[in-house]
């Protein structure tokens, strides 16, 4: 009876992975998918189309980090909740990029920081703001954003292309 069960569940789960993976692909440009496509190659060691703890294990070592807790490797592979092919692999990645705010959130938060309307905030202000408000960032976090924050000579953020970058990613990065 507990094999039935099992069989039953492992059914449902797999129903519920095409589900949730069916418009997985969408979510995604040709670029980005390729990209990861070719990281999901880097993690399958022995290239049979899943990733197992021992290609995680691999990995990791080729990375120079030998000493990986099984437990870390195992609540990895549960995020996949099931065999790790690559539209699962997407999927989880998909789910991550999602929990990012709406890029109309992050736009109307910039907003409260720009009265005038002109579209830029002063860089030396943000990150007195990002430093000492709320979910204080932390110098390196700060540093972190400005590498990628499109920054004019007169030290004034784009934040409508810095919201772009954080909702759809960074083109510059090849």
């Known amino acids: ?37 070719e990281a999901f190659s880097c993690i399958d060691q022995n290239r049979d189309g899943i990733i197992s703890k021992s290609d995680l294990k691999e990995t990791y070592g080729q990375l120079g980090k030998i000493n990986v807790k099984e437990e870390e490797l195992d609540e990895m592979l549960k995020e996949g909740k099931g065999p790790i092919n690559f539209t699962v692999f997407l999927t989880l990645f998909g789910e991550k990029l999602n929990g990012t705010d709406p890029e109309e959130s992050i736009l109307a938060a910039f907003k409260l920081f720009d009265p005038n309307g002109t579209g830029y905030v002063n860089k030396d ?28 000579v007169a030290g004034n953020i784009d934040y409508k292309s810095l919201c772009y970058i954080i909702t759809h990613g960074d083109e510059k990065e090849e």
């Open 1 to 37: 009876m507990a094999s039935r069960k099992a069989g039953t569940r492992s059914k449902a789960a797999a129903k519920h992975a095409q589900r949730s993976s069916s418009n997985v692909f969408s979510m995604f440009e040709q670029s980005q998918i390729q990209e990861f496509k």
């Open 125 to 152: 202000e943000f990150k007195q703001l990002l430093m000492t408000q709320a979910d204080k960032f932390s110098a390196e976090e700060v540093e972190q954003m400005f590498a990628v924050a499109p920054i004019d």
